[in-house]
């Protein structure tokens, strides 16, 4: 089995396609002058996040845990694209009471209080993502897919937004097509066809750069013909040396160079955004429908960021030249700027 860090605190960058042994404790972790940092500074810069969303008739929810050195948070949302209308419920705890096992082969995320609870199962060996989550009394899921390194996710390793002494993991997949699946909001079941019903998932860790900024696309859905389609992109983040880029057809994987966006900067939702590759493998317009964010000024914490629900449009192409068309595939873009 790979891993991670290998002799004298070397990362082995990559796209990592089978198990890792996430062996962080032997990176050594350096200042701007490449000396290295105590145990107190580690702690603190070791980070990690997962992301789960849920795409079915005209909802998306959202499920996510973040890990800091000093701070955890968990989050639970649902978007109805009929109405428009968005609700979330957000914690922030102390990161002991977040359990989060930093593998990311074998990831038993947990946690409980306040009126809410998360269980987010990732497991390699066992081939199964699974997920329990209650948010207080209005939004409740428990689901299972199938997972695995047959689904080919993308799992890359690349300097922290391009800081050497820094590295961050990640991986990424979609579509999953559930096994099981229940999502009820206000009391209603919102999973009418379960086979019908898609999920992008994301899973990074790793010594993060204090500042990071990023721009992400993720998508997932079936076609009318029954195509199952899901892409990750993202800009500006870690993709120095290997790009967190690629699209999935019918479960196959095609890994993708730099990805362009374009939008408005002074109100992203006042016209489309175009998500594009310079050689033309992707040409994709995305209409904002509705947005979550957050707004968060701390002595030791800065974060502004905006995720956008919405639908895609265009074109995806393969190398060797076979096009799928989108038309209203459901999916989610964002802004991320924080200081953490």
């Not at 996710?153 to 937004?161: H, T, Y």
Request: aromatic share 14%.
């Amino acid at each position: 089995m790979q891993r991670l860090i290998g002799e004298r605190g070397r990362v082995g960058y990559g796209c990592l396609e089978g198990p890792v042994v996430f062996n962080h404790e032997d990176f050594v972790l350096r200042n701007v002058f490449g000396r290295p940092l105590g145990a107190f500074r580690r702690r603190l810069a070791m980070g990690a996040f997962t992301y789960l969303g849920i795409l079915g008739d005209g909802f998306l929810v959202g499920l996510a845990a973040v890990r800091l050195g000093y701070v955890a948070n968990v989050f639970g949302f649902h978007f109805d694209f009929a109405t428009g209308q968005t609700w979330e419920r957000s914690l922030k705890d102390l990161p002991s009471r977040l359990a989060f096992p930093l593998d990311p082969d074998e990831s038993a995320v947990h946690y409980e209080g306040r009126g809410c609870r998360l269980d987010l199962d990732k497991s390699h060996r066992r081939e199964v993502l699974e997920v329990e989550a209650l948010f207080g009394p209005r939004l409740v899921v428990k689901g299972r897919w199938p997972y695995g390194f047959g689904r080919q996710p993308l799992r890359v390793v690349n300097p922290s937004c391009g800081d050497p002494n820094r590295f961050t993991f990640t991986e990424k997949c979609a579509p999953l097509v559930p096994e099981a699946l229940s999502v009820t909001f206000d009391g209603v079941e919102r999973v009418a066809r379960p086979g019908a019903t898609t999920a992008f998932y994301d899973w990074s860790g790793g010594f993060f750069s204090r500042h990071s900024n990023w721009l992400w696309a993720a998508m997932a859905g079936m076609l009318p013909d029954g195509t199952e389609v899901g892409a990750n992109f993202a800009a500006l983040v870690n993709e120095t040396y290997y790009p967190e880029n690629a699209f999935w057809v019918d479960g196959k994987r095609v890994r993708l160079d730099r990805v362009i966006f374009q939008y408005d900067p002074e109100d992203p939702r006042r016209e489309d955004w175009r998500v594009h590759t310079e050689d033309g493998q992707v040409d994709l317009r995305f209409r904002p429908l509705g947005e979550r964010g957050e707004r968060t000024r701390l002595p030791f914490l800065k974060v502004n960021f905006r995720q956008f629900f919405g639908e895609y449009t265009g074109w995806l192409r393969d190398p060797e030249g076979r096009s799928v068309r989108l038309e209203r595939l459901r999916g989610v873009a964002e802004l991320h700027q924080s200081v953490w």
